[in-house]
């Protein structure tokens, strides 16, 4: 009706009922918003048939208030995220996250700023392959994670082949572009969210041990974590206790 405002959609994200590519986007979210975004599932005859929401005919999506129907061609792969707010309704994970980041000012605070956390953020990618690779491929297998631990994670093994994918370079890049515990700058940034995400997932494989070679990522961790909306959001039933699809984790 003619003078009523009209009350501004929820951001909501649509994944699968797992953490995957998805939990950087909810941890973003909730950095700031607390608990005041959605999740919904997916169901997969639509996200293959409906190229408008799912353009990708993949997920997660997520969706804003201006829902703009996106005309891109489509490639048959499987997940992709969408989300959905105010202004976008999107598919593509790293997309989604940097809209995120630009909305909600975690992108730092000039180009410089904005530069380190995209490149804290392919770094993250970097090692989310080859982490996807010892959980789907090789099912986690103590061979695997030896193997993995070499290769990513050994101080001493930067020097080796590992595609641009070890701890190590991420930890001196957050102590070179960091300040007060943060990946970039001194405010939390998206890079923080995806920093948080992988700390964690490798906590949740070698705990202690991973903390001991990393006491700046394992206390990264925390600080991200005690930060009210995403100390909610852990909390809350929006947070999947599994990891990855194959329960491994």
């Given at each position: 009706?003619?003078g ?16 995957g ?8 979210l909730?950095?700031?918003l ?8 997916i169901d ?12 990708f ?5 997520r969706?804003?208030t ?14 992709q ?11 593509q ?9 630009r909305?909600?000012g ?5 180009l ?9 953020v392919d770094?993250?990618e970097a ?5 996807l ?8 297998s ?9 290769a ?5 093994t ?6 641009g ?21 001194s405010?939390?940034s ?31 961790h ?7 909306g995403?100390?909610a959001?852990?909390?809350?039933p ?6 990855n ?5």
């Amino acid at each position: 009706m003619p003078g009523l405002a009209v009350p501004a959609m929820k951001p909501t994200v649509f994944y699968f009922p797992f953490r995957g590519r998805a939990e950087p986007i909810r941890l973003a979210l909730a950095a700031k918003l607390g608990v005041e975004f959605e999740v919904q599932g997916i169901d997969y005859g639509e996200m293959k048939s409906n190229l408008e929401l799912y353009p990708f005919a993949q997920c997660p999506r997520r969706v804003s208030t201006l829902l703009r129907p996106c005309s891109q061609p489509c490639l048959q792969e499987v997940p992709q995220l969408r989300y959905a707010d105010d202004e976008v309704d999107i598919c593509q994970s790293t997309t989604i996250l940097h809209h995120i980041g630009r909305k909600h000012g975690m992108y730092g605070t000039g180009l410089k700023q904005a530069a380190a956390i995209d490149m804290i953020v392919d770094g993250v990618e970097a090692v989310k392959r080859k982490y996807l690779d010892l959980i789907y491929t090789d099912q986690l297998s103590e061979e695997a994670k030896a193997a993995y631990w070499t290769a990513h994670i050994d101080p001493t093994t930067t020097g080796g082949r590992n595609t641009g994918a070890h701890f190590a370079y991420l930890s001196k890049l957050v102590a070179k572009y960091g300040s007060g515990g943060w990946a970039v700058g001194s405010a939390v940034s998206i890079a923080d969210a995806t920093l948080y995400n992988m700390t964690d997932l490798h906590l949740r494989v070698w705990a202690d041990k991973f903390a001991a070679e990393y006491p700046d990522l394992a206390a990264h961790h925390a600080q991200f974590a005690a930060i009210p909306g995403v100390k909610a959001y852990l909390d809350s039933p929006l947070c999947h206790a599994v990891a990855n699809k194959n329960n491994l984790g």
